[in-house]
């Protein structure tokens, strides 16, 4: 049974050249290997999924730590264009009818008018909280992150009822809807604690237009997924501008500001399951937020939102969204306790011997 550790260590080793072991050139091709977006599903590659699953479950932890120690830069993307939607990929070939072209515009058009009318209703709110809320802060914030949650709770219940006709189930959705909803939940929690709440008018303000807003996204879900996600891309979109500019306007007093209690439990302690799941262009563990101040508070509620916008943008093409955890499915005999270091494969033998030696690896001599 040693030597069936022994092979179950090497194994994880075979996925890099020998040649990029001594070369250094591992976390090069590792990076290249379509790590760009891990998570998103392509229903065209569909038959090399299941040939290449095995090396994506082998390289993810790699993967993980190489994000950690190159943190990228968080922005918010843009929409995607309606050129640009997925299932126009591949026309104009040979063979195409002019049936399919003028299908193809129609979509293009409708996805055009979609967008339009989203960015018509956003900047109308978005001038009107600027007239209510110019000069106080910590209120907007709190009337924001109340609207913010309500799309995730309407994903859900109409995710939910389709399910109970037994039309379709997405439970991929379901998990990165709540926790998005969680996450938005959180960053409520903290601007209460701040005071955003204090006064009556603006939890009357944000309460009233949060009904609303649940009712019109429900009924926007129903008619057009499509529209309902860019119109909540749009809304995070907005919401990651404004801290990002009260970021860049209050950084230093924010900087000598303690964190909230809430925001320190929610970034640093307990499980980070969920914190992960909303993620959905990451790899599960490879942001680990440090609080000490306000100011990190800050960074990481925009960054938070930037995340939310990607996610908002993945769904927007049907299908194409699926839980980050779903590609961890690491088996529990694989995981004895020992993880390779990610630039080459030095201290092979220290982890045989603390695979051989392990109470899992005993017991399957045994």
């Known amino acids: 049974m040693a030597t069936s550790s022994l092979f179950s260590v090497l194994s994880a080793i075979s996925v890099c050249p020998s040649s990029s072991l001594t070369s250094g050139k591992y976390r090069t091709n590792s990076a290249s290997l379509n790590f760009q977006n891990p998570f998103i599903y392509n229903p065209l590659s569909c038959s090399s999924y299941s040939s290449h699953r095995s090396l994506k479950r082998k390289l993810c932890r790699v993967q993980a730590t190489v994000l950690q120690d190159d943190e990228e830069k968080v922005v918010a993307e843009p929409s995607f264009q309606p050129s640009s939607f997925p299932q126009n990929d591949g026309e104009g070939s040979i063979g195409d009818t002019s049936e399919s072209t003028s299908s193809s515009a129609l979509e293009r058009w409708v996805i055009k008018l979609e967008q339009s009318i989203n960015m018509f209703f956003t900047d109308s709110v978005v001038k009107i909280l600027d007239t209510l809320y110019h000069d106080r802060d910590y209120p907007r914030f709190f009337v924001l992150e109340t609207i913010a949650r309500v799309p995730y709770f309407a994903f859900m219940s109409v995710l939910h009822m389709y399910e109970s006709f037994g039309w379709w189930r997405r439970a991929d959705y379901l998990k990165v809807h709540f926790a998005e909803s969680w996450n938005e939940m959180h960053h409520l929690l903290i601007m209460e604690e ?38 909540s891309e749009c809304v995070e979109r907005h919401a990651f501008e404004t801290y990002d500019k009260f970021i860049k306007l209050q950084g230093d007093e924010l900087k000598k500001l303690p964190a909230p209690e809430i925001a320190v439990k929610y970034y640093t302690s307990g499980d980070l399951y969920l914190f992960d799941e909303f993620q959905t262009s990451r790899v599960p563990h490879s942001r680990r937020p440090k609080i000490e101040n306000l100011y990190d508070v800050f ?26 955890h779903s590609y961890l499915e690491i088996e529990q005999e694989d995981d004895l306790g020992c993880v390779l270091p990610q630039t080459d494969c030095e201290g092979l033998v220290d982890c045989i011997k603390k695979s051989v030696t392990s109470p899992q690896g005993q017991a399957k001599q045994r």
Request: aromatic share 18%; proline share 3%; hydrophobic share 40%.
């Open 299 to 324: 960074m990481n509620i925009r960054d938070d939102e930037a995340e939310h916008c990607k996610t908002m943008k993945a769904c927007q093409t049907h299908g194409n969204l699926h839980s980050p």
């Open 194 to 231: 701040l005071g955003g709440n204090s006064w009556w008018f603006d939890r009357f303000l944000a309460q009233h237009i949060a009904v609303f807003y649940y009712f019109m996204t429900v009924l926007m879900y129903v008619v057009s997924p499509r529209m309902a996600y860019h119109f």
